[in-house]
């Protein structure tokens, strides 16, 4: 990656913008972009780490395997960072991430990550600010998770896909049905019923993995109630 490109790319985080132009090629130097399809792996949770991800375009799963079952911590739309928390505090990755779709991804090597934040005020400041972002996001999930019913936690998710993600009330699911359950806390089955309700209620309609809103207010509703 060479400083021009660095410079001139649309798709920089709000802390990068921050960088001058001796900064810019400093990271050009220390950054390699990978290209990635479909179902492959990012990063691997227990692998080593040496490097901050950030996921320049595309749609990635974060997700983590527990006692009995995988969870999907959350779904990362880029531009956005991921891996500070566990290359920063701890020499393995805590989770893994895996492409949803076709995703470009900048590796960034730590130490010149530690040199921005040491030396760079207004980077450093981007960086606390997305960090705190997404704690208080994942402290909401939490909530949700422990005290929403399933109809309330799958509603969230489709909301959270057109709003957040898509941008649009119909939408092409990237999740299998499992791996819905897996980011709501349901089982396959359960996710299954649940859709077959909204359906049949004409909240949403639903041709395989298709997906459109249809009475986003019932769906906030069920959402909100829990």
């Given amino acids: 990656m060479e400083l021009e490109i660095c410079k001139f790319c649309s798709k920089r985080s709000a802390a990068a913008e921050h960088l001058g132009n001796d900064e810019l090629e400093k990271l050009g130097h220390s950054c390699v972009e990978v290209s990635f399809s479909k179902g492959d792996i990012i990063f691997k949770q227990?692998?080593?780490?040496s490097n901050?991800?950030?996921i320049k375009d595309g749609l990635v799963k974060v997700h983590i395997a527990g006692p009995e079952r995988e969870q999907i911590l959350k779904i990362a739309k880029g531009p956005t960072y991921?891996?500070?928390?566990?290359?920063f505090g701890d020499k393995v990755n805590h989770y893994s991430a895996t492409a949803l779709t076709e995703t470009e991804v900048c590796f960034i090597d730590i130490g010149t990550f530690r040199d921005f934040i040491a030396t760079n005020?207004?980077?450093?400041y981007e960086i606390i600010v997305d960090l705190c972002k997404n704690e208080l996001s994942h402290f909401k999930r939490c909530v949700n998770q422990l005290q929403k019913q399933s109809p309330g936690r799958v509603a969230e998710a489709l909301l959270y896909f057109a709003d957040e993600i898509f941008n649009s009330d119909s939408f092409l699911l990237p999740l299998t049905r499992n791996e819905l359950g897996d980011l709501t806390g349901c089982s396959r089955e359960n996710v299954s019923r649940i859709l077959a309700d909204f359906n049949g209620e004409e909240m949403v309609d639903i041709n395989g993995k298709e997906i459109k809103i249809l009475n986003k207010k019932l769906l906030e509703q069920i959402s909100k109630a829990g």
């Fill in 46 to 49: 227990n692998a080593l780490s």
């Fill in 52 to 54: 901050i991800i950030y």
């Fill in 82 to 87: 991921l891996g500070i928390p566990t290359t």
């Fill in 121 to 124: 005020s207004d980077f450093a």
